[in-house]
């Protein structure tokens, strides 16, 4: 089946064919690297690695690009405030970006340029749309002209005089239209800066990402990605730059994704109602964080609440749980199963089923219902008498094929926990060959304060979580 992807230029789904067979270029926009991120920042690092892992796990070659806009009025105004240089504060700020959304599963970027290291391309950039007649100087600033682009406004669906009424020019402003905005920004007295023909100065905030997808991704990518409230003005922007600049489609799929709310209220820095993702980490298991975040779909807003988080823990323990008593009912399976075929359909489907949602605008929700199937069919399985090594190796591989698509590893404290049982059963084991029946009873009991069931077969000792 195609995948298919909810494009926001076209307002519908459409089937995703990339340019280049078996390949995806997609630039997802990073963070302004001033402070810790919050989870709503977390939840497009989240989103999109999925997505990214859906596409690898259907075969394509991804090239994922994320970038860091590491200078920036607030990240000058940050280090005046902390007495730092700009490259300390977003040095460390892009370092505990990484950190934090690592823990949460999401894979390395295939590259992660920064602003300050892209800095020659963007200044040839600006150049290039001051010749072509999309950009002027003024003072010390470059200004782009969105007048002068045919099609500015059809990311956010609004016309060019719509969004016009609502412009205004601020003090201090050299620009000629209200709508124009910045491409570069001379520098004030002291300030960070770079050389360039216009004077000593800096990058506005949308010509980054054009230069930067342009060089790691070249001129038409496939997906651009990022958060909702991007849309406009940050990539009506970047449509109309590297589109007067290129004079080719920027990207075919535009996506975004919704909001994680506080009371059903955006979360935001300046806002103030945010829960840093590095606090939230201490407190809960970065599994349980991703897989709250993929049980709502990416375009749909969250609101936030422990209870949701709650509710996500139960729910993956109960997944977590089956797939270990898979692992431990293997080596006590008698193979005498008679219905293997009928198992191996049933799985079959739930893998179609599954591959359905994804495949349908990356339906991360419905495919965690899927998942939540599958987990009662395996409890199902192991309530039988008789079970077969591969319908448990079946129903284990698709699992974590599952889980894996979604980032949630299953190398967590439970395996290790899985180990220490194992030693407790055979101390136990020694302790009553040894007729040591206090100490045996001792660990029986522990055992079960843990919620392992032990069950004594003939096969030896059975063990499961309760
Ligand atoms: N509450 C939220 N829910 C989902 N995504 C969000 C939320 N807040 C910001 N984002 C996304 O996080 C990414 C990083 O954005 P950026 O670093 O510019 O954050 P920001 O706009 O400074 O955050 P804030 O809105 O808190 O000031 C962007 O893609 C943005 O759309
Ligand atoms: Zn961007």
Not at 389 to 417: H, W
Request: glycine share 6%.
């Amino acid at each position: 089946m195609v995948v298919s992807i909810y494009n926001t230029l076209t307002r519908e789904k459409e089937e995703f064919r990339p340019i280049e067979e078996g390949k995806v270029r997609m630039y997802v926009c990073g963070p302004t690297v001033y402070n810790y991120i919050h989870i709503g920042n977390a939840r497009p690092a989240v989103v999109f690695d999925t997505v990214r892992r859906y596409l690898e796990y259907k075969g394509y070659d991804v090239n994922y690009v994320l970038n860091f806009t590491d200078v920036d009025d607030k990240i000058i105004n940050r280090a005046n405030e902390l007495g730092e240089d700009v490259f300390a504060v977003s040095d460390r700020y892009i370092d505990a970006y990484l950190e934090d959304v690592s823990k949460l599963g999401v894979k390395k970027a295939t590259h992660n340029p920064r602003v300050t290291n892209t800095m020659q391309e963007i200044i040839a950039f600006i150049g290039s749309l001051i010749e072509k007649g999309y950009a002027y100087e003024a003072g010390g600033d470059v200004y782009f002209k969105p007048r002068a682009f045919e099609g500015y406004g059809k990311l956010s669906h609004q016309s060019i005089d719509e969004l016009r009424s609502g412009a205004r020019i601020q003090i201090g402003e050299k620009k000629e239209d209200p709508l124009d905005f910045a491409l570069w920004k001379g520098a004030k007295e002291g300030e960070i800066s770079w050389d360039s023909p216009w004077g000593k100065g800096r990058p506005g905030w949308h010509i980054e990402c054009s230069a930067m997808a342009k060089k790691y991704l070249g001129e038409t990518i496939d997906i651009h990605a990022g958060g909702q409230d991007l849309t406009f003005p940050h990539h009506e922007n970047e449509i109309a730059q590297s589109e007067a600049n290129n004079g080719k489609t920027f990207a075919n799929y535009w996506m975004h994704n919704g909001y994680i709310n506080i009371n059903n209220e955006k979360m935001s820095k300046s806002l103030g109602n945010f829960v840093l993702t590095r606090e939230l980490l201490e407190q809960h298991d970065p599994n349980v964080i991703r897989f709250f975040m993929l049980s709502v779909h990416y375009r749909n807003p969250i609101n936030f609440s422990e209870d949701l988080l709650e509710s996500a823990k139960n729910s993956l323990d109960r997944v977590i749980t089956a797939y270990q008593n898979l692992g431990h009912r293997k080596s006590s399976s008698t193979n005498l199963d008679k219905d293997q075929h009928h198992w191996t359909e049933k799985i079959n489907i739930l893998k179609q089923r599954f591959e359905a949602e994804m495949d349908d605008d990356f339906n991360t929700a419905n495919a965690i219902s899927v998942l939540f199937d599958l987990t009662k069919e395996a409890n199902v399985y192991l309530n039988g008498t008789h079970t077969s090594e591969s319908i448990i190796a079946l129903f284990q591989e698709t699992m974590k094929s599952f889980l894996e698509i979604l980032g949630v590893n299953l190398q967590s404290e439970k395996e290790l926990l899985d180990e220490e049982i194992e030693s407790l059963i055979e101390e136990r084991n020694e302790a009553r060959k040894s007729r040591n029946f206090t100490r045996a009873d001792e660990i029986r009991d522990l055992l079960k304060e843990k919620n392992i069931i032990l069950e004594d077969t003939a096969q030896g000792v059975r063990w499961k979580r309760g």
